[in-house]
């Protein structure tokens, strides 16, 4: 494996190759990537999470560069940023803003992924008939009320998983930031799923032959289920090992961190808070850069033939 340095000075200069106009932008004196310094204002402690609500280079950064963004859309994959979400009323949702970030249309996903902003007395909506959805809370906390009238408190970095057709309800007394997945239930003969209520912190440690990132799933691996959660830890220097193109569809948050990701022939600076979209077959690879851990939240389909 290379070291730290090596790794931040060979993909240095590949940037500077391939996208010299982003360069002077994310370039620190300490290194690329590199964190603010506190005499900047910013602080690397603060509640879990919290930088995918308040990120690094947050929109308000952004005023004095009138038409600039660090989002792109390509045919084979997405880089959504926090400067160019669009946020408004979520059908059926009660004093809830959303923004889509992953949607079927235009980008031929068959999943979407969306930010949930709820305010003080709010309350979810039904997904359509047949859909199932995920929900993972990053900032606040909220109450889900299924349909024997159970409530399970969900707080930052808990989850749930609710079966399609079921009747529930996600309210929020404040405030709460949630990323939700959704996708119509691909059946498989007699099998159903279950609702799932858990917490990453609650889930065992993956081997992970072959690589050095820290790997969490946070749904059943068996057949029933079409698609997972993988939570992924990086510590800074660590990288993927191996190059990936497969048929599978991701949706990406990075909750933690930051680093740059290869998406086809393109690589990126990525930070906490940005969303990426992969489609089948496009190359991937991700290396943590910085000075803390880099965590992301990641969909991906299984346990059905891509027929």
Same mark, same amino acid.
């Not at 959504?80 to 889509?100: C, D, K, M, Q, R």
């Not at 979407?112 to 709010?122: F, R, T």
């Not at 000075?291 to 969909?299: F, G, Q």
């Given at each position: 494996?290379?070291?730290?340095?090596?790794?931040?000075?060979?993909?240095?200069?590949?940037? @500077?190759?391939?996208?010299?106009?982003?360069?002077?932008? !994310?370039? *620190?004196?300490?290194?690329?990537? &590199?964190?603010? #310094?506190? +005499?900047?204002?910013?602080?690397?402690?603060?509640?879990?999470?919290?930088?995918?609500?308040?990120?690094?280079?947050?929109?308000?950064?952004?005023?004095?560069?009138?038409?600039?963004?660090?989002?792109?859309?390509?045919?084979?994959?997405?880089?959504?940023?926090?400067?160019?979400?669009?946020?408004?009323?979520?059908?059926?949702?009660?004093?809830?803003?959303?923004?889509?970030?992953?949607?079927?249309?235009?980008?031929?996903?068959?999943?979407?992924?969306?930010?949930?902003?709820?305010?003080?007395?709010?309350?979810?909506?039904?997904?359509?008939?047949?859909?199932?959805?995920?929900?993972?809370?990053?900032?606040?906390?909220?109450?889900?009320?299924?349909? @024997?009238?159970?409530?399970?408190?969900?707080?930052?970095? !808990?989850? *749930?998983?609710?079966?399609?057709? &079921?009747?529930? #309800?996600? +309210?929020?007394?404040?405030?709460?930031?949630?990323?939700?997945?959704?996708?119509?239930?691909?059946?498989?003969?007699?099998?159903?799923?279950?609702?799932?209520v858990g917490s990453t912190i609650k889930q065992p440690l993956l081997e992970t032959p072959g690589e050095v990132f820290e790997l969490r799933k946070l749904l059943p691996t068996s057949p029933p289920y079409d698609f997972n959660i993988h939570i992924m830890d990086f510590q800074p220097g660590e990288f993927l090992n191996v190059k990936e193109v497969h048929y599978n569809q991701h949706g990406l948050l990075l909750l933690e961190?930051?680093?740059?990701?290869?998406?086809?022939?393109?690589?990126?600076?990525?930070?906490?808070?940005?969303?990426?979209?992969?489609?089948?077959?496009?190359?991937?690879?991700?290396?943590?850069?910085?000075?803390?851990?880099?965590?992301?939240?990641?969909?991906?389909?299984?346990?059905?033939?891509?027929?």
């Amino acid at each position: 494996m290379q070291s730290p340095s090596a790794l931040s000075a060979s993909v240095f200069l590949i940037l @500077s190759i391939t996208i010299p106009g982003f360069i002077n932008i !994310s370039v *620190a004196d300490d290194g690329f990537c &590199s964190a603010p #310094s506190n +005499s900047d204002g910013y602080s690397d402690s603060g509640p879990m999470y919290w930088k995918v609500t308040n990120p690094t280079l947050a929109p308000s950064h952004l005023r004095d560069l009138p038409g600039f963004t660090r989002s792109v859309y390509k045919r084979d994959h997405a880089l959504i940023t926090p400067e160019s979400h669009v946020f408004s009323p979520l059908p059926e949702w009660t004093n809830t803003l959303g923004a889509y970030l992953i949607t079927p249309a235009a980008m031929g996903s068959h999943f979407v992924m969306y930010l949930a902003n709820m305010q003080g007395n709010s309350r979810s909506g039904l997904p359509p008939h047949d859909v199932e959805r995920f929900v993972f809370v990053v900032q606040g906390i909220v109450t889900l009320t299924n349909a @024997s009238g159970v409530n399970h408190e969900l707080m930052v970095d !808990s989850y *749930a998983y609710l079966p399609p057709n &079921s009747e529930h #309800s996600i +309210s929020c007394d404040a405030s709460a930031t949630l990323v939700v997945f959704e996708r119509r239930y691909a059946s498989l003969g007699n099998h159903t799923t279950e609702q799932i209520v858990g917490s990453t912190i609650k889930q065992p440690l993956l081997e992970t032959p072959g690589e050095v990132f820290e790997l969490r799933k946070l749904l059943p691996t068996s057949p029933p289920y079409d698609f997972n959660i993988h939570i992924m830890d990086f510590q800074p220097g660590e990288f993927l090992n191996v190059k990936e193109v497969h048929y599978n569809q991701h949706g990406l948050l990075l909750l933690e961190g930051q680093g740059i990701y290869r998406l086809g022939d393109s690589w990126y600076p990525i930070q906490a808070g940005d969303a990426i979209w992969m489609a089948p077959f496009v190359p991937q690879w991700y290396a943590a850069l910085g000075k803390t851990r880099s965590r992301y939240l990641l969909y991906k389909d299984v346990n059905r033939n891509p027929l």
